[in-house]
């Protein structure tokens, strides 16, 4: 073996694994050398999960990232030679309505995001796997470019490492487990081994099911948790004898019974001549923390490998011998079964990204086979420039706050994350039932009285209507429908299109308590924030202002959405709940970057908001302030700040609207909140939640949503979001903002879509929710831009005010045109759409009370 390096440019944790090889691979492929790789175990890994992983590969999804990682992954391990494209079954079981309907939405997601998955009818299903009892489904779907990795995932790890070091730029060391991490003025300065110290200019944590622990050695926790996952084999089965194939038949997935099947081909390849039939469990999945993790010398057959206990998997087996009668017929291969430990997430995706707290230290864990190049690929990118390919921001480790790396929340969320692996199908906005009630408003007791139908973001518990408003619904009933799809029923609560018409008549507050809020201060505060914006913030005049601005990546693209309030002596940045922890992290990084004296500080809990919106909202808001002359028009222009007294409590009132109505944001310390709360409340105003604001109103007024609608992808003018007039000051992303502006046009444009009829084949109303694919009517395919973007809804919502279904969408230029007729594609139906508005035009505006259809 070489001599131990005392010094790298980068060290990798996790070598061994599929994704630690990736990243290596792609590093070098991206220029960087003096790579050195480490793993507690063999090169490639013979104890992690790559170890004994099952290899699957199906590509369709219902988020874009995981979808484009998957057809990455597929590619690489393609263009390898190690890839299996025998395609893949995903069935609905006869009476198993739910699971069809999942199966529909599938291909809904498949649609818009760009695979090749379709329905397949039971007697197609026979054909494909002929195993299956055709009498037992009622259909299913059918994508044929999933498959399997072969032999093995790990070989393809193996061959990564091989390829690297004999590149020269990667040194790679078995059995030589990181012992501690060295840490210096909050940057990553090497890692500690039984071999010796290597320094290093960046430390990358691939560990898999050991991640946490190395997290640990920093002072820092990882959302995921190692849960058990039943593999069992039954044979012999020799259908593919003499084939030379490691696997025969499509890959099959049972979800509804949560679970899948696969053939092993050829009983002379790697584990040829079986059936593998393998299970997640719903009921009480079997987490193990890694600290609780056997080392290799203790554990009878791997660390990431447990013993099975056959009554685990009794029930769901007996099920799936009613669908594939062989595995009663084959010998159950007791010797070959075991539980696989597989990482969960607590947040539903990977954590990947630099660490919170070290600068230089990378995290890239929770990631599956089937995605593990993909992530190389992003991670080697986001190394390199600062950004990816495809948005990041459901994935970056930044975006947690610290209550979601508490041990006790990552255990509650990574229990109820593995029931729902496979089973059932998880709804768009389906809450969760763990690790809640984390944070309150000062006048939550006074919603829970008034029925508060609550969901949560960012801990905050928030109301999304009231039962307490029900009576509304006697007023406008007429106007908002009844959702008789229970689907489209779901986490909805018809009272709050009920209260959207009454703010719109009248008045009402919001709580928008789950603001998170950053004051930035010191010497080069200004300047940061100029640095960072691309709207002016520099300037005496922009004192006592509001300034709505965005943060540019450096290719000009579009990563934050927030507010600046410019003080005499600070910024205070007002930004979305599930944005805000990531552009604080961006925001210190970059100052610490570009050598800004400033001081940045989380003071999100320490104040709170109420929203006050309508056509009454100033003469209500004058029964309780203290000078009620100074809420005026003339005294108080739009978006100005201005502090008022609200029962003897001091509040900074801010004059802007997220739903289209005059009124303000009233911003206050928590303590204060309760008594300004009741105050409102006294002069007859009504609560209206959170659905008002953040879907019906917003979506009514064409506003865009980060990280829904404005993503890394698209840039600020796509967006329709850039200002006339760039600013002289320079800031990030301005070279390639110029650019874009000097095109004749953009590639694509948001556009705001009006659904014309939802009615579906039964005669039903539909309200959609989630993703749906843009389509030409014409061609029936979905709308592709120059640079290969597809169209999908970015946000969808009912607009009682005009009394249709809106939605969101980039649209290529050649069908960015309002009165363009298209359709949309909600659970394999196909509704016309109309474009309403190319760019940010609202479709309700209250100043002049016409309602646009």
Not at 308 to 323: G, Y
Not at 364 to 373: A, L, M
Not at 615 to 642: C, T, W, Y
Not at 698 to 724: C, F, H, I, V, W
Request: one cysteine or more; glycine letters at 10%.
């Amino acid at each position: 073996m070489a001599e131990f390096p005392k010094k790298a440019k980068v060290v990798i944790i996790g070598l061994g694994g599929i994704v630690g090889a990736s990243i290596a691979h792609h590093l070098v492929e991206r220029g960087w050398d003096d790579i050195v790789g480490i793993d507690k175990s063999g090169i490639p890994t013979d104890i992690g999960s790559t170890a004994h992983a099952s290899d699957f590969c199906y590509t369709t999804a219902h988020d874009y990232l995981t979808v484009w990682t998957t057809q990455y992954s597929i590619d690489f391990f393609e263009k390898m030679g190690h890839y299996a494209r025998v395609g893949g079954l995903e069935v609905a079981r006869k009476g198993d309505d739910a699971w069809m309907l999942e199966i529909k939405r599938k291909l809904m997601s498949a649609r818009a995001f760009g695979t090749r998955a379709h329905y397949v009818s039971p007697e197609e299903i026979k054909k494909l796997f002929p195993l299956i009892e055709q009498d037992q489904v009622m259909g299913g779907m059918f994508d044929p470019d999933a498959g399997l990795v072969i032999p093995r995932s790990q070989t393809v790890a193996g061959k990564l490492v091989d390829a690297a070091e004999k590149s020269g730029k990667v040194r790679a060391f078995a059995n030589t487990p990181a012992q501690s991490l060295i840490v210096e003025n909050g940057r990553i300065k090497g890692v500690v081994t039984h071999r010796g110290t290597i320094e290093a200019d960046h430390v990358v944590v691939a560990a898999g099911l050991w991640g946490r622990v190395i997290a640990e050695m920093v002072g820092e926790d990882l959302p995921v948790m190692p849960v058990d996952h039943p593999l069992t084999f039954f044979g012999p089965f020799n259908e593919f004898e003499g084939t030379g194939k490691e696997i025969g038949y499509p890959l099959l997935r049972d979800q509804g019974n949560s679970a899948y099947m696969r053939d092993t081909g050829d009983p002379k390849t790697t584990e040829g001549g079986q059936i593998e039939w393998g299970y997640y469990e719903t009921e009480d999945p079997r987490l193990c923390h890694p600290r609780d993790l056997l080392e290799k010398h203790e554990a009878r057959l791997s660390p990431s490998q447990r013993d099975l206990d056959m009554e685990q998997i009794l029930e769901p087996l007996e099920r799936a011998i009613e669908l594939t009668p062989i595995l009663g017929e084959l010998g159950y291969n007791e010797s070959h079964s075991f539980n696989g430990l597989l990482q969960v997430s607590a947040s539903g995706g990977a954590s990947c990204g630099e660490s919170q707290k070290v600068r230089g230290l990378w995290y890239c864990v929770g990631i599956w086979v089937k995605d593990g190049p993909g992530y190389g690929k992003l991670l080697a990118d986001w190394m390199t420039d600062g950004r990816t390919v495809v948005d990041h921001s459901s994935i970056d480790y930044s975006r947690f706050y610290p209550y979601q790396l508490t041990e006790d929340y990552i255990e509650a969320r990574t229990r109820e994350a593995a029931q729902k692996i496979y089973f059932p199908a998880v709804h768009p906005r389906e809450p969760f039932a763990f690790g809640r009630n984390i944070r309150r408003s000062p006048f939550y007791e006074r919603e829970v009285e008034l029925g508060g139908y609550f969901m949560e973001l960012g801990g905050w518990e928030r109301a999304h209507g009231y039962a307490a408003n029900e009576h509304l619904l006697e007023k406008y009933g007429d106007r908002v429908p009844v959702r008789a799809n229970e689907w489209d029923n779901r986490h909805f609560w018809r009272v709050s299109n009920a209260e959207h018409l009454a703010m719109s008549e009248d008045c009402g507050i919001v709580n928008l308590s789950h603001f998170a809020m950053y004051d930035v201060e010191g010497p080069d505060h200004v300047a940061l924030m100029e640095w960072l914006c691309a709207a002016r913030i520099g300037g005496d005049g922009n004192i006592g202002k509001g300034i709505y601005t965005h943060f540019l990546d450096d290719e000009g693209m579009v990563r934050a959405d927030l507010t600046v309030i410019r003080m005499a002596d600070r910024c205070r940045v007002i930004d979305g709940a599930d944005a805000g922890p990531r552009d604080y992290h961006y925001m210190r990084r970059v100052a610490q970057d570009k050598g800004f004296d400033v001081t940045i500080t989380d003071v999100t809990e320490k104040f709170i908001t109420i929203g006050i919106w309508g056509p009454n909202a100033r003469a209500n808001l004058q029964k309780v302030v203290e000078d009620p002359d100074g809420l005026s028009p003339e005294n108080f222009p739009f978006a100005a700040i201005k502090p008022i007294r609200i029962a003897g409590k001091e509040v900074s009132a801010f004059r802007i609207s997220y739903v289209g109505e005059q009124g303000w944001e009233l911003h206050m310390r928590y303590e204060d909140g309760l008594a300004v709360w009741d105050a409102l409340r006294s002069t007859g105003v009504i609560a209206v939640g959170v659905e008002t604001y953040a879907n019906s109103r917003r979506m009514e007024k064409s506003l865009r949503l980060q990280n829904g609608d404005l993503l890394t992808q698209y840039n600020l003018l796509e967006a329709d979001l850039a200002r006339p007039k760039v600013k002289d000051a320079d800031f990030r992303g301005k070279a390639r903002h110029l650019e874009y502006k000097a095109r004749p046009h953009q590639p694509a444009m948001l556009c705001t879509l009006v659904l014309t009829d939802t009615t579906d084949s039964s005669g039903t109303a539909r309200y959609p929710v989630g993703i749906m694919p843009v389509v030409d009517p014409e061609t029936g395919e979905t709308l592709v831009d120059s640079l290969g973007r597809r169209s999908y809804t970015t946000s969808v919502a009912f607009g009682p005010t005009i009394g249709k279904n809106i939605a969101l969408a980039y649209l290529p230029h050649e069908y960015a045109q309002e009165g363009r007729k298209l359709a949309v594609e909600y659970f394999t139906e196909r509704f016309p759409a109309e474009v309403a508005a190319v760019g940010y035009k609202p479709l309700y505006d209250p100043e002049n009370l016409k309602p646009r259809s």
